[in-house]
Nanobody, 127 residues
């Protein structure tokens, strides 16, 4: 099991920026072998994929709604993944979760098989 902890959420004005962090609770030498995804869930809505980084090759994916505004990065040595969120909109308000899984032969944005989840961090975009 890979225990994950998110941080960095908060109250942000429209157009503002915030960086979310997701770290493993204890250093793992095999961290590079995990796909890491960022998902979000707004009140009354289903959880949706935001961005992800594939295992080993680190290929990235972004939801259309965040392309050009969000950027995912990972530091495998530190067992950290970051989500830099810029030009935030009201509709970005949600609880953001990071999740990890071993490769299962599907794209990292497919929520299937993610079996390690953080507790989530709230991002509220409000003026």
């Amino acid at each position: 099991q890979l225990q994950l902890v998110e941080s960095g959420g908060g109250l942000v004005p429209p157009g503002g920026s915030v960086r979310l962090s997701c770290g493993a609770s204890s250093l793992r030498s095999d961290y590079v072998g995990y796909a890491i995804g960022w998902f979000r869930q707004a009140p009354g809505k289903e959880r949706e994929g935001v961005s992800c980084s594939s295992a080993n090759d680190g290929l990235t994916w972004y939801a259309d709604s965040v392309k050009g505004r969000f950027r995912i990065s990972r530091d495998n040595a530190k067992n950290m993944v970051y989500l830099e969120m810029n030009s935030l909109k009201f509709e970005d308000t949600a609880v953001y979760y990071c999740a990890a899984r071993r490769p299962i032969g599907v794209s990292c944005h497919d929520i299937t098989g993610y079996d390690n989840w953080g507790h989530g961090t709230q991002v509220t975009v409000s003026s």
